[in-house]
């Protein structure tokens, strides 16, 4: 493939994670541990918003709290692996 052609892939210091949960939720304390560990050996940004806060995240998430975004894009919900994303920052 041409040089030209190819898509460089964003560097991790390039990318921020947004955990998307509210207070109390012990799965959205079990991801935190897990992006911030990731986020910080990588370099990427991390963000972290309340869903009870936000009457459109509240509708559109509610029921999959917590969810993993990396730049606004959905990568995850419930779970985070942490392999799986190491990989999608180009770890």
Do not use: N
């Not at 990318?15 to 012990?26: A, D, E, I, Q, Y």
């Not at 935190?32 to 806060?53: M, N, Q, S």
């Amino acid at each position: 493939m041409s040089p030209l052609l190819r898509r460089k892939s964003p560097k991790p210091a390039d990318r921020t994670v947004t955990l998307l949960g509210k207070p109390g939720c012990h799965l959205c304390d079990e991801a935190r541990e897990v992006i911030v560990r990731v986020t910080g050996e990588l370099g990427a940004a991390f963000e972290e918003k309340d869903i009870t806060r936000d009457e459109e995240l509240y509708r559109r998430y509610g029921e999959q709290i917590p969810v993993t975004l990396i730049d606004g894009r959905q990568h995850d919900f419930w779970r985070v692996d942490e392999r799986r994303l190491r990989a999608a920052l180009g770890a």
